[in-house]
C-alpha cells in the first residue's frame, strides 16, 4: 500500500470485516513459487553464480581488450650462430692489375714452392717461367719471365733486336753489354730484372722477370663496403703485408702513407693519415651466417684475437655502443660465433601478470579472455541442447502420453532404442567423421549441438510422457473433455502447464549434465576446436604432465568454471524442485 | 427452457464391459463387467438417485452416459433424439454444455495452474454462450449464485476450502446452461455441514435452472433427501428402481432391504433391525451365476443360482429385478 494515499487505505481497511477474504493477498502460483524460490539459500547461491557467469562470458568477452584468438609474442634473447671464422691455411693470390695467374701457375705454385722453402724458386708453368721470391713465411711476391728480344755478340758489337711494342732504356742497354762482358746471366738495371739465356752460338735471349702477383696467408678485410676496391687493390695490399712482414708500421701505397696498428704477426688494422680504418688484416677468415649481415672489420678483428688468443668468449661492443656477449665454439676446424640475439617468440605458458592475469596457453592467447569465450560457448551450448532435447521430447512424450495405445507402445519403443545407442562412441565417430571432412570449427559446433540434442532428448520424453499419462486420468482432464474445449487448448492450457514445472527442473537439472558432457567431448579433443574455445578444451589443453604440474592457472580456473556452473544450475533445479512442490509450505 | 416433464435421458440396455488385458501383446483374457443391462429414464427437473456399494458401477454409469467412456452396448438418448456416440466430434464438442457432471473430489477436479474465473469462464468463451464483452459479467452471476464472490475470480483453486471448490466446480457446470448434471458422489469428500450446504445449492440451482440431476451417491439420507425417484444398483445390475417415497416405504429387492437397514437413525432409543450382509462383493470380472446376488442374499434359492432373474413392474413405475416377486420363475413352488 503506497504512503501516497493513507486516508483512502483506512478507508478500506474499514469497510473489510475482519472474516473478509480480501483481506488475504492473492498470490499466483508462479508468484508463490517465485517466493518460495527465493526464500532458498542454496537456491540464491546458484543463481547469484550463474549470474556471474552469465556476466563474466557475456559481458566479459565484450570488456576483454584481446580477441579469442589474439597470440601474443614475447622478445626473447636466443643465442644463435652469427658468424663463423676458419684460420687460413691457404695461400692466397693476388694478381698485378692486367695480369692473369692462371690456376695451373697456382696448382704448380703449390706444389714446388711450398714444399721447397728455398728463397727463390724458378718454376715454369704454362710456358711461361715464374720467379717466387721469398720475403717472408708466406709471403711471397710472384714475378714471370718475359720475353723482350734477342741479343747477338759478334765480338765487340752487341747488337740487340727487340720484340715489337717492347722499348728497353739506355741504362739497360748498357747493363746488357756490361752483363754479357761479365759473363753474368742476370743483372738489374733501373730495379728490373734481366734474364741473359744463352741459345746457340753468341745468341741470347734477352728476358726481362716482370712483377705479376704476390702469394700470402693473410686475409684483408675492408671497414666499410666503400673501401673494398682499395683494399682489394694489388699496391695497397702489397705495401701493408710487406711492412707487416718487415714489422713497419707505415706501408705507401700508390703515394699514400697508410699506418699500420699491428697487433701481432697476423693481425693488424690499416688507418690512413688521418687515423681512420680502412682494413683490418688477418689469418683468420670471418665470415657472417646468414646473407645480409656485414660484419665491421672491428668485428672480425674482436673474432680474430679471440680465436688466436684461444678463448671461447668475448665481449664486443657494437656500432651503436651496446655490448655485446659472444661465445665461440670450435667446430671440426671451423669456428663458429654465438651471440645472444633478439627473436619473437609466441608467448606460451607465460604465467599471471598484469597483462595476462590468468596468464598464456600454448597457444600463446590470454586465458582469462579464452575462459569468457569459452563460456560462452560452454553456456550456449548448454542452452541450445537443452531447448532442442525439450523440443523434441516435449513433443514425442506428449503425443505418447496424451494419446497412449499402441501411438504410446511405437514410441516408447522408439525411445527404448535411441537409449541403447552408446552415446560416447557415437559422439566419438562422429567427431572423427568431423575431423576427417575438416569440418569448419563453427558448422562443427552447431553439428555438435545438434547431434548432442537428438541423443538427449530421450529422458525428457519419458518424464512428459509419464506426466502427462498420470495427468490425462485427474478429474480436471476429464471436466475439459465433458465442457467440450477443443483438444489443443486442452493440451496447452491445461495439460502443458502442469507438466511446466517438473519440465523446468528437468531443463535445469540436466543443463549441468549438459555442460559437462559437452567439456567431457572437448576434453577428449571431440568437441569445440580450435580457434573456438569451451571450458572443456581449455583443460583438453593442460593434458601433458608439464602443464599440468608448472601451470595451474591454466587449468583451474577453467575446472572451477566448470564446477561452478554445474553446481549453480543444481542448485537452482533444485530450488524450483522445492519451489514448485505444493507440499513445501515454506 | 424446455417444458417440464419431458424425457431429458433415457437409458435402454447400457452395458460397459473393460476388457482385462495381460500378456505382452495385451491379449484381452475377459471382461470386468461394471455396467451390465440398465436401464431407466429421467424427466426433466427431476432428480434420481443412483445408490449402491463401492465398485458397484454407478460411477461408470455417470461417465458412460455423457461417453466420457465409450459404451459397450445398448443407447443412451438425450431430449429425446440425441445419441451421443452418433455425433461426430465437432458436433459431440457443441453439445457437451448440456450434459454435465460434478466429480466426487474437488482436489483434483480443478486444475491448479488456472485461476477460478478462467476455470467458470473457459468453456462458456469456447461455446459462444455469452458475448465476449458480457464474459465476466456473467461468470460473476454465476459465482454469485454458487455462493462464491466476485474478487475470488482471479484467485487459484489451492486458496479454497474442499467446500468452496465443490461450488467452483458446480459453477462451472451450471454456466454451460446445462440440462442435465451427473452429480457423482458430489459431497462424499465434504463434511457434514458443507454437504448440506452443497446440497440446498444444488435444489436451489435445479429451481432456478430447471436442472436434471443424476445423482450418484452412497449416502441414502442424501439420496432420500434429494432424490424423486431412486435406483439402486448391485454389481453392474440395476436391481431395483421407484419413486423416492415408494422404494423408502416399500423397499422390494433383498440388497436393497439391506442397504436401508443400515440407515443410521439419530435416535439412541430405537431399535435398529439391520440386515447384515455376509461375505464381499464378488468381482465383476467373474460375476456369479444366475443372480448376481444369490452368493449373499438370505432368500436365496435354487433357481437364484441358475437364471437371471427378470425385471419386473409392480406398479407405479417400481420396477425390481428378483425371482421372489416373478411367479413365473419357479422360486415360489422351490423349497
Same mark, same amino acid.
Given at each position: 500500500m503506497?504512503?501516497?494515499?493513507?486516508?483512502?487505505? &483506512?478507508?478500506?481497511?474499514?469497510?473489510?470485516a475482519?472474516?473478509?477474504?480480501?483481506?488475504?493477498?492473492?498470490?499466483?502460483?508462479?508468484m508463490?513459487?517465485?517466493?518460495?524460490?527465493?526464500r532458498?539459500?542454496?537456491?540464491?547461491?546458484?543463481?547469484?553464480?550463474?549470474?556471474?557467469?552469465f556476466?563474466?562470458?557475456?559481458i566479459?568477452?565484450?570488456?576483454?581488450?584481446?580477441?579469442?584468438d589474439?597470440?601474443?609474442?614475447?622478445?626473447?634473447?636466443?643465442n644463435?650462430?652469427?658468424?663463423?671464422?676458419?684460420?687460413?691455411s691457404?695461400?692466397?693470390?693476388?694478381?698485378? @692489375?692486367?695480369?692473369?695467374?692462371?690456376?695451373?701457375?697456382?696448382a704448380?705454385?703449390?706444389?714446388q714452392?711450398?714444399?721447397?722453402g728455398?728463397?727463390?724458386?724458378v718454376?715454369?708453368a704454362d710456358?711461361?717461367?715464374?720467379?717466387?721470391?721469398?720475403?717472408?713465411?708466406?709471403?711471397?711476391i710472384?714475378?714471370?719471365?718475359?720475353?723482350?728480344?734477342?741479343?747477338a755478340?759478334l765480338g765487340?758489337i752487341?747488337?740487340?733486336?727487340?720484340?715489337?711494342?717492347?722499348?728497353?732504356?739506355?741504362?739497360?742497354?748498357?747493363?746488357v753489354?756490361?752483363?754479357?762482358?761479365?759473363?753474368e746471366?742476370?743483372?738489374?738495371?733501373?730495379?728490373?730484372?734481366y734474364?741473359?739465356?744463352?741459345?746457340?752460338?753468341?745468341?741470347?735471349?734477352?728476358?726481362?722477370?716482370?712483377?705479376?702477383?704476390?702469394?700470402?696467408?693473410?686475409n684483408?678485410?675492408p671497414?666499410?663496403?666503400?673501401?673494398?676496391?682499395?683494399?682489394?687493390?694489388y699496391?695497397?695490399r702489397?705495401a701493408?703485408e710487406?711492412?707487416?712482414?718487415?714489422?713497419?708500421?707505415?706501408?705507401v701505397?700508390?703515394?699514400?702513407?697508410?699506418?699500420?696498428?699491428?697487433?701481432d @704477426?697476423?693481425?693488424?688494422?690499416?688507418l690512413?693519415a688521418?687515423?681512420?680504418?680502412i682494413?683490418?688484416?688477418?689469418?683468420?677468415?670471418?665470415n657472417?651466417?646468414?646473407?645480409?649481415?656485414?660484419?665491421?672489420?672491428?668485428y672480425?678483428?674482436?673474432?680474430?684475437?679471440?680465436?688466436s688468443?684461444r678463448?671461447?668468449a668475448?665481449d664486443?661492443?657494437?656500432?651503436?655502443?651496446v655490448?655485446?656477449?659472444?661465445?665461440?665454439?670450435m667446430?671440426?676446424?671451423?669456428y663458429?660465433?654465438?651471440?645472444?640475439?633478439?627473436?619473437?617468440?609466441?608467448?606460451m605458458y607465460?604465467?599471471?601478470?598484469?597483462?595476462?592475469?590468468?596468464?598464456?596457453?600454448?597457444?600463446?592467447?590470454?586465458?582469462?579472455?579464452?575462459l569468457m569465450?569459452?563460456?560462452?560457448?560452454?553456456?550456449?551450448?548448454?542452452?541450445?541442447?537443452?531447448?532442442?532435447?525439450?523440443i523434441?521430447?516435449?513433443?514425442?512424450?506428449g503425443?505418447s502420453?496424451?494419446?497412449?495405445?499402441?501411438?504410446d507402445?511405437?514410441?516408447?519403443?522408439?525411445?527404448?532404442?535411441?537409449?541403447s545407442?552408446p552415446?560416447?562412441? &557415437?559422439?566419438?565417430?562422429?567427431g572423427a567423421?568431423m575431423?576427417?571432412?575438416e569440418?569448419?570449427?563453427?558448422?562443427?559446433?552447431y553439428?555438435?549441438?545438434?547431434?548432442?540434442?537428438?541423443?538427449?532428448?530421450?529422458g525428457?520424453?519419458?518424464v512428459?510422457?509419464?506426466q502427462?499419462?498420470?495427468?490425462?486420468?485427474?478429474?480436471?482432464?476429464?471436466?475439459?473433455?465433458a465442457?467440450?474445449?477443443?483438444?489443443?487448448?486442452?493440451?496447452f492450457?491445461?495439460?502443458?502447464?502442469n507438466?511446466?514445472?517438473?519440465?523446468?527442473?528437468?531443463?535445469?537439472?540436466g543443463?549441468?549434465?549438459?555442460?559437462?558432457a @559437452?567439456?567431457?567431448l572437448?576434453?577428449?579433443?571431440?568437441?569445440?576446436?580450435?580457434?573456438?574455445?569451451?571450458?572443456?578444451?581449455?583443460?583438453n589443453?593442460?593434458?601433458?604432465?608439464?602443464?599440468?604440474?608448472?601451470?595451474?592457472?591454466?587449468?583451474?580456473?577453467?575446472?572451477?568454471l566448470?564446477v561452478?556452473?554445474?553446481?549453480?544450475?543444481?542448485?537452482?533445479?533444485?530450488?524450483?524442485r522445492?519451489?514448485f512442490?505444493?507440499k513445501?509450505?515454506? | 427452457?424446455?417444458?417440464?416433464?419431458?424425457?431429458? %435421458?433415457e437409458?435402454?440396455? %447400457?452395458?460397459?464391459?473393460?476388457?482385462i488385458k495381460?500378456?505382452?501383446?495385451?491379449?484381452?483374457?475377459?471382461?470386468?463387467?461394471?455396467?451390465?443391462?440398465?436401464s431407466?429414464?429421467l424427466?426433466r427437473?427431476?432428480?434420481?438417485?443412483l445408490?449402491?456399494?463401492?465398485?458397484?458401477?454407478k460411477?461408470?454409469?455417470?461417465?458412460?452416459l %455423457?461417453?466420457?467412456?465409450?459404451?459397450?452396448?445398448?443407447?443412451?438418448?438425450?431430449?429425446?433424439?440425441?445419441h451421443?456416440d452418433?455425433?461426430?466430434?465437432?458436433?459431440?464438442?457443441s453439445?457437451?454444455?448440456?450434459?454435465?457432471?460434478?466429480f466426487?473430489?474437488?482436489y483434483?477436479s480443478?486444475?491448479?495452474?488456472?485461476p477460478?474465473?478462467?476455470?467458470?469462464?473457459?468453456a462458456?468463451r469456447?461455446?459462444?454462450?455469452?458475448p465476449?464483452?458480457?464474459?465476466?459479467g456473467?461468470?460473476?452471476?454465476?459465482?454469485?449464485?454458487?455462493g462464491?464472490?466476485?474478487y475470488?475470480?482471479?484467485?487459484?483453486p489451492?486458496?479454497?476450502?474442499?467446500?468452496?471448490?465443490?461450488r467452483?466446480?458446480i459453477?462451472?457446470a451450471?454456466?454451460?446452461?446445462p440440462?442435465?448434471?451427473?452429480c457423482?458422489?458430489?459431497?462424499?469428500?465434504?463434511?457434514?455441514?458443507?454437504?448440506?450446504q452443497i446440497?440446498?445449492?444444488l435444489?436451489?440451482?435445479q429451481?432456478?435452472?430447471?436442472?436434471?440431476?443424476?445423482?450418484?451417491?452412497h449416502?441414502?439420507?442424501?439420496?432420500?433427501?434429494?432424490?424423486?425417484?431412486?435406483?439402486?444398483?448391485?454389481?453392474?445390475?440395476?436391481?431395483?428402481?421407484?419413486?423416492?417415497?415408494?422404494?423408502?416405504?416399500?423397499?422390494?429387492?433383498?440388497?436393497?432391504?439391506a442397504?436401508?437397514s443400515?440407515?443410521?437413525?439419530?435416535?439412541p432409543t430405537?431399535?435398529?433391525?439391520?440386515?447384515?450382509?455376509?461375505?464381499?462383493?464378488?468381482?465383476?470380472?467373474?460375476?456369479?451365476?444366475?443372480?448376481?446376488?444369490?452368493?449373499?442374499?438370505?432368500?436365496?434359492?435354487?433357481?437364484?443360482?441358475?437364471?437371471?432373474?427378470r425385471t419386473?413392474?409392480?406398479?407405479?413405475?417400481?420396477?425390481?429385478?428378483?425371482?421372489?416377486?416373478d411367479?413365473?420363475?419357479g422360486?415360489?413352488?422351490e423349497?
Amino acid at each position: 500500500m503506497s504512503e501516497k494515499e493513507p486516508k483512502k487505505t &483506512m478507508a478500506n481497511e474499514e469497510e473489510l470485516a475482519l472474516d473478509d477474504g480480501r483481506r488475504v493477498k492473492v498470490l499466483s502460483p508462479g508468484m508463490m513459487v517465485f517466493k518460495r524460490f527465493i526464500r532458498n539459500r542454496l537456491a540464491i547461491v546458484g543463481i547469484c553464480t550463474l549470474i556471474f557467469m552469465f556476466v563474466f562470458s557475456f559481458i566479459g568477452g565484450l570488456v576483454s581488450p584481446y580477441r579469442q584468438d589474439q597470440v601474443f609474442y614475447k622478445v626473447d634473447n636466443a643465442n644463435k650462430e652469427y658468424a663463423s671464422a676458419i684460420i687460413n691455411s691457404d695461400y692466397r693470390f693476388t694478381a698485378v @692489375e692486367g695480369e692473369v695467374l692462371t690456376p695451373m701457375t697456382r696448382a704448380t705454385f703449390n706444389g714446388q714452392v711450398k714444399s721447397s722453402g728455398a728463397d727463390e724458386t724458378v718454376f715454369t708453368a704454362d710456358g711461361v717461367t715464374y720467379t717466387a721470391k721469398k720475403i717472408d713465411d708466406g709471403f711471397y711476391i710472384l714475378s714471370a719471365g718475359k720475353t723482350l728480344g734477342t741479343v747477338a755478340q759478334l765480338g765487340k758489337i752487341v747488337d740487340i733486336n727487340l720484340e715489337p711494342d717492347t722499348e728497353l732504356t739506355d741504362e739497360a742497354r748498357k747493363a746488357v753489354q756490361q752483363a754479357l762482358r761479365n759473363g753474368e746471366g742476370s743483372f738489374t738495371a733501373d730495379g728490373v730484372s734481366y734474364t741473359l739465356t744463352r741459345g746457340v752460338g753468341k745468341n741470347y735471349t734477352l728476358s726481362s722477370m716482370v712483377e705479376v702477383g704476390m702469394v700470402s696467408m693473410l686475409n684483408f678485410d675492408p671497414h666499410d663496403p666503400s673501401y673494398t676496391g682499395l683494399v682489394s687493390g694489388y699496391e695497397f695490399r702489397k705495401a701493408c703485408e710487406t711492412a707487416m712482414h718487415r714489422g713497419e708500421t707505415t706501408a705507401v701505397a700508390d703515394g699514400i702513407t697508410y699506418t699500420l696498428d699491428v697487433q701481432d @704477426e697476423n693481425n693488424a688494422v690499416v688507418l690512413d693519415a688521418g687515423g681512420k680504418e680502412i682494413a683490418g688484416i688477418s689469418n683468420i677468415i670471418v665470415n657472417p651466417v646468414n646473407n645480409g649481415i656485414f660484419l665491421t672489420a672491428d668485428y672480425r678483428a674482436a673474432v680474430s684475437e679471440a680465436i688466436s688468443e684461444r678463448r671461447t668468449a668475448f665481449d664486443y661492443i657494437n656500432s651503436e655502443g651496446v655490448p655485446e656477449h659472444h661465445t665461440i665454439q670450435m667446430r671440426g676446424s671451423n669456428y663458429i660465433v654465438f651471440t645472444q640475439q633478439q627473436t619473437y617468440l609466441i608467448d606460451m605458458y607465460s604465467p599471471p601478470s598484469a597483462a595476462h592475469p590468468l596468464g598464456t596457453d600454448d597457444h600463446g592467447m590470454d586465458v582469462l579472455t579464452r575462459l569468457m569465450y569459452g563460456g560462452r560457448i560452454s553456456l550456449m551450448v548448454g542452452f541450445i541442447v537443452m531447448i532442442l532435447e525439450n523440443i523434441i521430447g516435449i513433443i514425442i512424450g506428449g503425443v505418447s502420453g496424451y494419446f497412449g495405445g499402441w501411438v504410446d507402445t511405437l514410441l516408447m519403443r522408439f525411445v527404448d532404442l535411441f537409449n541403447s545407442i552408446p552415446y560416447y562412441p &557415437m559422439m566419438i565417430i562422429a567427431g572423427a567423421i568431423m575431423d576427417s571432412f575438416e569440418v569448419d570449427p563453427y558448422i562443427r559446433l552447431y553439428m555438435m549441438m545438434a547431434i548432442m540434442g537428438i541423443m538427449g532428448w530421450t529422458g525428457v520424453a519419458r518424464v512428459v510422457r509419464g506426466q502427462i499419462l498420470s495427468l490425462r486420468e485427474q478429474d480436471f482432464m476429464v471436466a475439459t473433455e465433458a465442457t467440450g474445449i477443443p483438444v489443443s487448448r486442452r493440451i496447452f492450457r491445461h495439460l502443458v502447464p502442469n507438466v511446466m514445472p517438473l519440465l523446468i527442473v528437468q531443463a535445469t537439472m540436466g543443463l549441468g549434465s549438459i555442460i559437462l558432457a @559437452e567439456a567431457t567431448l572437448s576434453f577428449l579433443g571431440l568437441g569445440i576446436k580450435y580457434p573456438l574455445a569451451s571450458w572443456g578444451s581449455i583443460i583438453n589443453s593442460s593434458s601433458n604432465i608439464y602443464v599440468m604440474t608448472n601451470c595451474w592457472y591454466l587449468w583451474i580456473p577453467a575446472g572451477l568454471l566448470i564446477v561452478l556452473t554445474v553446481l549453480g544450475f543444481n542448485f537452482v533445479g533444485d530450488g524450483l524442485r522445492d519451489a514448485f512442490d505444493p507440499k513445501m509450505k515454506r | 427452457m424446455s417444458e417440464t416433464g419431458t424425457n431429458v %435421458l433415457e437409458v435402454r440396455h %447400457l452395458c460397459k464391459y473393460f476388457p482385462i488385458k495381460s500378456g505382452l501383446f495385451g491379449r484381452v483374457v475377459g471382461y470386468v463387467h461394471a455396467v451390465e443391462d440398465v436401464s431407466f429414464t429421467l424427466k426433466r427437473g427431476t432428480t434420481m438417485g443412483l445408490v449402491g456399494e463401492s465398485g458397484c458401477g454407478k460411477t461408470t454409469v455417470g461417465k458412460t452416459l %455423457l461417453n466420457l467412456t465409450p459404451k459397450t452396448d445398448g443407447e443412451v438418448i438425450f431430449n429425446g433424439n440425441v445419441h451421443l456416440d452418433r455425433l461426430s466430434g465437432r458436433e459431440l464438442r457443441s453439445f457437451r454444455p448440456k450434459i454435465q457432471i460434478i466429480f466426487q473430489d474437488p482436489y483434483s477436479s480443478l486444475s491448479p495452474r488456472l485461476p477460478v474465473g478462467e476455470i467458470i469462464g473457459e468453456a462458456v468463451r469456447e461455446h459462444h454462450l455469452v458475448p465476449d464483452d458480457q464474459l465476466d459479467g456473467y461468470v460473476s452471476k454465476i459465482m454469485k449464485s454458487c455462493g462464491l464472490f466476485d474478487y475470488q475470480k482471479d484467485r487459484y483453486p489451492h486458496e479454497f476450502s474442499g467446500g468452496q471448490r465443490q461450488r467452483i466446480c458446480i459453477a462451472r457446470a451450471i454456466a454451460l446452461n446445462p440440462d442435465f448434471i451427473v452429480c457423482d458422489e458430489p459431497v462424499s469428500a465434504l463434511d457434514v455441514s458443507i454437504q448440506a450446504q452443497i446440497i440446498n445449492l444444488l435444489e436451489d440451482l435445479q429451481k432456478e435452472y430447471n436442472l436434471t440431476y443424476l445423482f450418484i451417491s452412497h449416502d441414502l439420507s442424501v439420496v432420500q433427501h434429494i432424490s424423486d425417484t431412486v435406483g439402486v444398483m448391485y454389481l453392474g445390475n440395476m436391481v431395483e428402481y421407484a419413486g423416492k417415497e415408494d422404494i423408502f416405504a416399500r423397499p422390494l429387492h433383498p440388497y436393497t432391504q439391506a442397504l436401508f437397514s443400515a440407515i443410521p437413525v439419530p435416535d439412541p432409543t430405537v431399535k435398529m433391525n439391520r440386515i447384515i450382509l455376509e461375505g464381499s462383493i464378488p468381482s465383476p470380472a467373474n460375476p456369479p451365476s444366475g443372480c448376481k446376488f444369490h452368493t449373499r442374499c438370505r432368500n436365496c434359492k435354487g433357481v437364484c443360482s441358475q437364471k437371471a432373474p427378470r425385471t419386473m413392474d409392480m406398479g407405479g413405475g417400481h420396477t425390481v429385478a428378483c425371482h421372489i416377486y416373478d411367479p413365473e420363475s419357479g422360486y415360489a413352488q422351490e423349497k
